[in-house]
């Protein structure tokens, strides 16, 4: 599976728009994209996933380049809630099973 | 009902003790899982079950003995651990045509003393 690279940390004001950046320069064709949140002392929850086509979901959109070396993903009006670890994770979509998770990237939510 | 839950929600126990965590999901899911993770760091894959039988074991210590009695537990038995050993400890389940929409339920916090 693909490598990704994330920032470790960002900010956000609470109602404003997050936008969380991706890094997956070495991703192949059958691999998809997927999204993670980790909300404090909570397990992990899926956001959302995607292949090339853009993609919206009742918590949030994700936006993939065309040549597929990154992703966003977009939460529209950010809530106090929404304070999480996010995790960017590329994987095969075959049947390992195996979701790899990386160091992710620490939103807080500012009121 | 699209919830995973885990008993304990915490756990101390001694390097001698025997324990076992468990865990249960109602969505009909024939794929369950097992994840490790240590404080500020990210979840760490231990077992994989799908259809009952043990289909991934990432090389975990034989103190953590994985079990699946029905398809809808799923226990790990504890024995002999180490201090290090003490880490949240993270049950999920997803179904066996999208392994990768995993729900995970709140975990264990294990701490061995």
């Known amino acids: 599976d693909a490598k990704t690279t994330q920032p470790t940390s960002m900010d956000c004001a609470e109602g404003r728009a997050a936008n969380l950046p991706c890094n997956h320069s070495?991703?192949?064709?059958?691999?998809?994209v997927y999204w993670y949140r980790q909300i404090h002392s909570q397990g992990p929850q899926y956001i959302i996933h995607?292949?090339?086509n853009n993609e919206t979901n009742e918590m949030a959109s994700l936006i993939i380049t065309e040549d597929r070396k990154s992703s966003t993903l977009i939460l529209p009006h950010a809530t106090l809630r929404d304070t999480a670890v996010y995790y960017c994770i590329v994987t095969s979509g075959g049947s390992n099973y195996k979701l790899t998770f990386g160091k992710g990237t620490l939103l807080t939510v500012n009121p | 009902d699209t919830e995973v839950t885990q008993t304990p929600k915490h756990l101390v126990m001694g390097m001698t003790n025997k324990k076992s965590l468990k865990c249960e999901q109602h969505?009909?899911?024939?794929?369950m899982y097992w994840y490790k993770q240590k404080a500020k760091k990210p979840p760490e894959l231990m077992f994989v079950y799908s259809y009952e039988k043990l289909s991934i074991n990432e090389s975990v210590p034989s103190r953590f003995s994985p079990e699946c009695p029905n398809s809808s537990l799923l226990n790990l038995h504890l024995h002999a651990l180490q201090p290090e050993d003490s880490a949240l400890y993270l049950c999920?389940?997803?179904?066996?045509?999208?392994?990768?929409?995993?729900?995970f339920g709140p975990g264990t916090r294990l701490t061995v003393t």
């Open positions: 999920a389940s997803s179904t066996t045509g999208t392994f990768y929409e995993q729900y």
């Open positions: 070495t991703i192949s064709g059958n691999e998809y």
């Open positions: 969505m009909g899911h024939r794929a």
């Open positions: 995607g292949l090339k």
